[in-house]
């Protein structure tokens, strides 16, 4: 992530890319990833949100497999996530079939405790 619009709270660790829980509790997480070309359009852009580095979140990974258009076409996530004090959450993008890039000026990450 290029830039933290909003970081009242100081969670957003830019340092590392990732959200850090201040306290325990149940959090809400989204992210969108838009799509920009390399070389071809055949890339397949997949996303996931991950704990503390490395675990998948459960109901965060997606993918689009049909064919991507050059900043047009975005994969959003979406999820709820139980995390105790100093638990982290990072955006994971990758790409398979052929490489691409993530638009930085269009690409989000944000989280907020709920409950």
């Not at 979140?57 to 997606?62: D, E």
């Not at 991507?68 to 959003?76: C, D, N, Y």
Request: aromatic content about 10%.
């Amino acid at each position: 992530m290029n830039v933290a619009e909003y970081n009242d709270q100081g969670c957003f660790d830019a340092a590392t890319n990732r959200f850090v829980a201040p306290v325990a509790g149940t959090y809400l997480f989204g992210a969108s990833l838009l799509f920009k070309i390399n070389s071809s359009s055949n890339a397949r852009m997949r996303g996931r949100l991950a704990l503390n580095g490395s675990t998948e979140i459960k109901g965060s990974l997606g993918e689009i497999s049909s064919a991507h258009v050059s900043e047009a076409t975005a994969l959003w996530l979406q999820t709820m996530v139980s995390l105790e004090a100093g638990d982290t959450v990072a955006l994971q993008g990758t790409f398979r079939a052929a490489d691409g890039y993530f638009a930085a000026d269009h690409t989000t990450f944000w989280g907020a405790k709920i409950g």
